[in-house]
């Protein structure tokens, strides 16, 4: 796996990695606060070009949610 990058703003911190031990590169996306990691595929990845800026808004709350945080 790559040395990666970290993408930090007041909201939060993630690191990037791209990791190509699987059959095929994905990108490992690591959540700092939560804990949380999640590896994307490229097709993956291309749907989420298709989102728009509202379906995100809906994920966020719902993670937040789950989080305790509120909204």
Known sequence: MGE???IRTEFGTVQVHLDTTANGPR???VGQE???EICLDVVEIEAL???R???FR???AAQ???LGEGV
Do not use: C, P
């Open 4 to 6: 990666g990058f970290e």
């Open 27 to 29: 990108l490992r996306l």
């Open 34 to 36: 939560s804990g949380t």
């Open 49 to 51: 070009t298709a989102m």
């Open 53 to 55: 800026h509202a379906d």
């Open 58 to 60: 809906a994920i966020i």
């Open 64 to 66: 937040l949610g789950r």
